[in-house]
């Protein structure tokens, strides 16, 4: 429903009573651009309908106002007259087409003079009004022709004792259009309506009928008044998109300007002048910078004249301090123009260069211009992708030079173009790069291409799997930079560490024999992951990671940020780790880094994974997947692609894993470390879906790889344990032995828990009953201390199995309990659905199924074999720790037991004390951990307070 002004139509009204006396009146009624004039006047009609009393209207258009008698002709046309008045009119103003001319000069009335005729037409309103009370209705009188005007003129001046009443609708101009006019009315009886935008009470009314209360009107008002200035044509649009249906689209009512607001600003600008809709296309391109000096000299309109226009739309409500209310209002625009406003950008871009403009404001207007205007435009373009860069707007960098370089002639220049495309695409797209590899190889070839942007170069290489281009290349460069660019070849050689495993032989003998340290190399204060593999983890190692992690993003490479933090978790830093995870992402997400984003989503799922925690490893490595297409990833794609296969076949997901298996990988991928993660998946897969053949295939695969390329490492990828339970699968309890075996003596020295412990519980399964124990006590205990929750299941749930079968079934289910805590960690209620396990030396499954319901005693020895660590004893370091609750010895002990699950009575038995004693401990227990039940007495919790 139009916004109408109650007050405005109370005064018309009354007017027309007026009139209906015999005291004929004029009432103008101005307003701003789109301000209800128009609404006003036909709710005013509507009204007359009740009355006896003869209604005439006509609307002014620009496109008619050459029609002489325009206006006129449409009021005659417009009502009901009587037919002895038609001949009369027909006579005065000739023939259709006499009235219908386009042009002054073929206009001729016939056989009377001008003043004649307005005379005669007089005596045609005055005895109609005779009749009944006669309401001549103008709309847009600012449109109306000039032989029209001067009838109207004629008439306001007669009107005095009449029963005739004209109401004209006009803008309000900052100098009057049509000064005749005004002072012609006012000489006769005549009121002034002057409409504006509507204040925020009047909006408030306008939503009352769409929402539920007065008070949820009034705090909506402020939002919708902001949005439209008051401008009813603007409000209504905004309406119609906020509340579809009656309903409302956004929360509680909010504003959400749609099509029919873009449509409303549309509508708005098309009634007003014609320069308005140019100037207001100004105002979108030019924003901020806009000024009515600048408006001018982009429309070449005089200062004044731009500022009339502007104060047209600020009195409109489509202006806020100078600028568009709203981004919809310049997209709707940018929309109506599009065809001109290529032009325009150019042209903004040129008067900003002459009035010393930012490179970046300047840029803008040229990228969306598409035109390079001549050399000052391409050295522009160069310095604003700098700085978009480094204020976190990378894709705006690629395509600033991507203009550049479409519009350059120059080879040298195209050259260093492309290099920048290269460095730039790395932070949004890396296959963006691609389309200029072979025009740079060629380049770096023939020397033409520096030593430095060389660089580039080699790291798409390594990407794309072109080792041996890249070697060749990297020995070359190594060469040429010398010392002096010890950080950028750092750089490169832990690219190539990240991906292949061990620098090039090519690199690392050149080095030896110009006897550079291995400190030049390594500028960045940063080994590489092979040293922590071959089981040489060391404080310089750490300290170098977290400096690598405090240097600016935009100053790292991925790889290099990824091999830091790799280099903390795998160092037993985790907590480390993943703060600067965090602290990397944040910062990636800000600057707009997508290839950082996936990299760190990749090393995000592979840190999860070597937790335990399935849910979370996959969902980052699909994050990954998802964050950059396979031809971007490269042959490193495996890196997140083996994770998520890896996490959804421990979850139980086969059907997820096969579908990403049949992901497209490239063959290059399986010569480097992501490719023997994948073979490692790929094989675990095979074994839970029940294929031990296809899956020793794999592992076989994967260890003539790691021999070959000399990364015989278990901390890369275990293969023997690996192949050992392939072997086990089949009953080939021997060899798989003799792997674990070789496998537990390649990490001896080694600080790798996490592998030592699965190591030791496949070695359980293996060996002899006798010692299965033992060793899966240690297991146990490894991997409660790496904090893989995945493998302590899986530990635990055999443990528990081996209790039961000697029959200590209280001891099975105290286990198959932590067992149950392990699997929540990781994520799942059941983690390994389906999987067929390997069987132990005596034929017997090894089941994960957690056994409970037994209520056997269970020897204290074995508790406390079986619990260690859960609490710190009474006067510890940790018990001394200032405000936090302790515990005594013996409260330790009571509340360990009865965390597992042990009742009062067996807490008695264990510990030799009364169930009344047992109560005591358990009170004060509470008490000072301020918890209600045993089921609040959670390990981390008792570990804390002990």
Not at 590 to 619: C, K, Y
Request: proline letters at 5%; glycine letters at 8%; a neutral charge.
């Amino acid at each position: 429903m139009p916004v109408c002004d109650q007050r405005a139509m109370e005064l018309m009204l009354d007017s027309f009573a007026q009139c209906q006396r015999g005291n004929g009146e004029v009432v103008l009624v101005e307003g701003t651009l789109t301000s209800g004039k128009t609404a006003l006047l036909g709710e005013f009609t509507k009204k007359l309908s009740t009355f006896n009393a003869l209604e005439m209207s006509a609307t002014g258009a620009r496109a008619e106002t050459p029609i002489q008698m325009g206006i006129i002709w449409q009021l005659f046309h417009s009502a009901q007259i009587p037919e002895e008045f038609k001949e009369r009119i027909d006579a005065i103003l000739g023939t259709d087409e006499m009235a219908l001319a386009f042009s002054e000069t073929s206009r001729q009335i016939p056989r009377t003079s001008e003043v004649q005729v307005m005379h005669a037409l007089w005596l045609v309103f005055h005895e109609l009004s005779r009749r009944q009370p006669l309401v001549i209705c103008i709309d847009d009188l600012h449109f109306a022709d000039e032989a029209s005007l001067n009838v109207l003129f004629y008439v306001c001046r007669r009107i005095r004792s009449a029963r005739i009443m004209l109401v004209f609708t006009r803008w309000a101009q900052p100098e009057p259009l049509l000064s005749p006019l005004r002072a012609e009315i006012t000489r006769a009886p005549h009121r002034h309506i002057t409409l504006g935008p509507l204040p925020v009470a009047r909006v408030a009314d306008a939503l009352g009928p769409r929402v539920a209360d007065e008070t949820a009107a009034g705090e909506l008002a402020p939002a919708y008044h902001d949005l439209t200035g008051g401008n009813p044509l603007l409000l209504d649009g905004l309406v119609a998109d906020s509340f579809p249906g009656g309903r409302p689209a956004g929360e509680r009512g909010a504003p959400v300007p749609g099509a029919a607001y873009r449509q409303a600003v549309v509508d708005c600008l098309q009634r007003g002048d014609p320069h308005l809709f140019e100037v207001a296309g100004a105002l979108a391109i030019l924003e901020e910078h806009a000024t009515p000096a600048l408006v001018g000299r982009l429309l070449s309109l005089t200062a004044d004249e731009a500022a009339r226009q502007l104060g047209i739309l600020d009195r409109a409500g489509l202006l806020d301090s100078g600028r568009l209310r709203h981004r919809e209002m310049a997209s709707a625009i940018h929309s109506a123009l599009s065809r001109s406003m290529a032009h325009l950008h150019a042209h903004v871009a040129e008067l900003l260069y002459e009035l010393g403009a930012e490179e970046i404001d300047i840029a803008r207007h040229l990228v969306r211009g598409g035109t390079v205007l001549g050399p000052w435009a391409q050295q522009t373009l160069r310095l604003a992708a700098r700085q978009a860069l480094v204020s976190d707007q990378p894709e705006f960098a690629a395509s600033a030079l991507e203009l550049a370089l479409r519009q350059c002639d120059d080879d040298s220049d195209r050259l260093r173009l492309q290099v920048a495309l290269t460095q730039v695409a790395w932070w949004v797209n890396p296959s963006a790069g691609a389309k200029y590899s072979q025009s740079l190889r060629d380049a770096l070839t023939d020397g033409r291409l520096s030593a430095l942007d060389g660089l580039s170069v080699v790291r798409q290489l390594l990407w794309q799997g072109n080792v041996k281009p890249a070697t060749e290349h990297m020995e070359t460069l190594t060469a040429a930079l010398g010392t002096c660019e010890s950080r950028a070849l750092s750089a490169m050689r832990l690219s190539y560490e990240w991906i292949y495993g061990t620098p090039p032989d090519q690199v690392t003998r050149q080095a030896a024999g110009r006897k550079r340290s291995a400190a030049r190399l390594r500028a960045y204060g940063l080994a590489g992951l092979h040293t922590l593999w071959s089981g040489e983890p060391s404080d310089d190692l750490v300290r170098g990671a977290e400096n690598v992690l405090q240097g600016q993003l935009i100053d790292m490479v991925p790889e290099i940020g990824a091999t830091a933090l790799l280099l903390l978790d795998h160092a037993g830093q985790r907590a480390r780790a993943l703060h600067w995870w965090h602290v990397l992402q944040e910062e990636a997400t800000r600057q707009g880094a997508v290839t950082w984003r996936a990299m760190l989503s990749a090393v995000g799922a592979d840190m999860a994974l070597r937790r335990g925690s399935l849910a979370t490893a996959e969902s980052k490595a699909r994050e990954a997947l998802g964050l950059l297409h396979t031809q971007s990833w490269g042959v490193l794609v495996g890196c997140p692609l083996s994770t998520a296969i890896e996490a959804a076949t421990a979850r139980g997901r086969h059907e997820q894993a096969e579908e990403l298996l049949r992901h497209v990988v490239p063959d290059a991928m399986f010569d480097t470390v992501f490719g023997l993660r994948y073979l490692h998946a790929r094989g675990h897969h095979h074994l839970a879906m029940g294929r031990p053949f296809a899956a020793q295939a794999d592992f076989e695969r994967c260890a003539d790889i790691m021999r070959r390329r000399e990364l015989d490492f278990p901390s890369l990828v275990p293969w023997r344990g690996d192949l050992a339970q392939a072997h086990l699968a089949l009953r080939q309890h021997r060899r798989a032995r003799e792997l674990l075996t070789e496998q537990l003596g390649r990490l001896a020295g080694h600080e790798d828990e996490r592998l030592r412990g699965i190591t030791l519980r496949l070695l359980a399964l293996a060996g002899p009953q006798q010692r299965r124990m033992a060793v899966l006590g240690e297991a146990v205990d490894l991997l409660e201390r790496s904090g893989d929750h995945l493998e302590l299941h899986r530990a635990l749930v055999d443990m528990s199995k081996l209790y039961r079968a000697q029959g200590e079934l209280g001891q099975a289910r105290l286990l198959a309990r932590r067992a149950e805590q392990a699997a929540k960690a990781c994520g799942e209620g059941g983690l390994l659905n389906g999987r067929p396990e390997p069987e132990a030396a005596d034929g017997t499954a090894a089941s994960r199924e957690p056994v409970a319901g037994y209520e056997r005693p269970t020897p204290a020895r074995a508790v406390a074999r079986t619990v260690p660590r859960v609490l710190p004893r009474a006067g510890s370091a940790a018990a001394r720790a200032g405000g936090e609750p302790s515990l005594s010895e013996a409260e330790r002990k009571v509340a360990t037991l009865a965390a597992f699950g042990h009742s009062n009575r067996e807490i008695g038995r264990k510990l030799y004390i009364t169930v009344s004693t047992v109560e005591q401990h358990l009170t004060r227990v509470y008490r000072k951990l301020n918890v209600q039940k045993r089921e609040d007495l959670r390990p981390e919790i008792l570990s804390a307070a002990g």
